[in-house]
């Protein structure tokens, strides 16, 4: 089996700053204080990472776990009109690519994501996506806020529902050095594509199996994971 694990913004979809723009609305809700974008580190983090930064931000001092869950449970329920508000799209090449491997069953789409599963059932909903993946499967922030432990779930998930690892071949696709690097840590075959806010060049640096502009077509794909 090839299972094939997708990051979600800046891989899959682009949301116009969607969920930023839902989690400066929630922290303005809980503590009446804006923050500034600019000196949040967002791209290849977690939910939760990217909260207790905007909680310190707002509050001055370290954030409270009672804090981080206030604000990213808020968050979640501002998530859908946000995306309903803003224009968001597919990237290039993922709606054949997903449903080329979706009807292959040599393959299993799941996610790994520092999105709670939440905040990922919301956008692969919004975007119609949701059919393709095991959520069940898939690996999200939960209680983590590094994306190696997120990877390391992913890695104990495969094995219980898809056999030991040796087993099988795994692919991680994302647009971060984040993405590759808890690719690696669990012994995928790291994938990165710049359509996110990393050049290629900056991926490369982070030597990834194979890293692209951006997703070739679905018959291309398929025939890169083929040749392993």
């Known amino acids: 089996m090839n299972i094939v694990f997708w990051d979600i913004d800046g891989t899959l979809i682009r949301t116009s700053r969607a969920g930023l723009l839902a989690l400066e609305e929630a922290a303005f809700e809980l503590w009446q204080k804006s923050f500034d974008f600019t000196q949040i580190e967002s791209a290849g983090m977690t939910d939760n990472y990217i909260a207790a930064q905007i909680i310190q931000q707002v509050l001055g001092r370290e954030a409270l776990a009672v804090e981080i869950d206030s604000l990213t449970s808020r968050y979640e329920q501002l998530l859908a009109g946000h995306l309903r508000q803003r224009k968001g799209w597919l990237l290039p090449s993922i709606a054949g690519i997903l449903e080329s491997l979706y009807q292959d069953s040599d393959y299993q789409l799941l996610l790994l994501t520092g999105n709670s599963r939440t905040g990922a059932e919301i956008k692969m909903a919004h975007f119609a996506l949701s059919h393709y993946f095991d959520f069940e499967a898939s690996a999200f922030c939960g209680p983590y806020f590094r994306r190696v432990?997120?990877?390391?779930?992913?890695?104990?998930?495969?094995?219980?529902?898809?056999?030991?690892?040796?087993?099988n071949r795994i692919f991680v696709i994302g647009d971060t050095p984040n993405d590759i690097q808890c690719g690696k840590a669990i012994g995928a075959f790291t994938i990165g594509v710049a359509t996110g806010g990393y050049s290629r060049e900056e991926l490369d640096r982070h030597s990834p199996w194979w890293v692209t502009d951006c997703l070739p077509s679905a018959a291309e794909f398929k025939g890169k994971l083929k040749a392993i």
Do not use: F, K
Not at 150 to 167: F, M, P
């Open 149 to 167: 432990d997120i990877a390391r779930q992913a890695l104990e998930n495969v094995r219980a529902c898809y056999g030991e690892a040796a087993d």
